[in-house]
């Protein structure tokens, strides 16, 4: 039935930005994806779902563990940034990770990255047992049918294929310009551009 879905939209000519990068353009500024970085977990004809991977919180993992009542047993997790995953359900956790696992309530992404919301895996992140790279979001972003597509078509985000070293290896401070070094430009030429449009 997915592959079915997937067909049809190719078929079609609508893209499917799954595993993508959505690269907030200089027009979406003040909003509350003002110079973002939103990682693609998933695309169909229902809408999309995705995780910003650049935008932490001033909380740490240690608190958040601690409110949710886990213990956070790995120290070198303690100080890691919670992120803002966007505006939707911000009063709930999601953790995108690498490698893919089995846990109770996983969307998969890729073979090698998903997206969960169950308690299984903060318990065993807690207990140094959990993947071996994980972005912990309160929120997401979310889109209804077509909705992606169109603010995509009005130039309100740029489109890349992902790659997962931006979003869990490079410093948080660096994934705005390594995302767009993926399409050979810069956020800085995007201003100057936006700025003469």
Known sequence: MVADVIKKRLESGVPNF????????PSLGESVFGKTVTYVCEH?????LGIVVNRPLDIKLETL???????LEV???KSSPVYFGGPVQTDRG???????????STLK????????????ILQAVGAGHGPDDILMTLGYA???AGQLETEIAQNAWLTVAADPHIMFDLPVERRLEAAMGLIGASFATLMDVAGHA
């Open 109 to 120: 992404v890729t073979d090698e990255i998903g997206l969960t919301t169950s308690k299984d």
């Open 44 to 48: 169909n004809d229902q809408g999309a």
């Open 75 to 77: 120290d070198a997790m």
């Open 18 to 25: 799954t595993n993508h990068f959505l690269i907030a353009m």
């Open 65 to 71: 563990f601690s409110q949710i009542e886990i213990k």
């Open 142 to 144: 979310g889109w209804s």
């Open 94 to 104: 999601f953790v995108l990770h690498r490698p893919l696992g089995g846990w109770s």
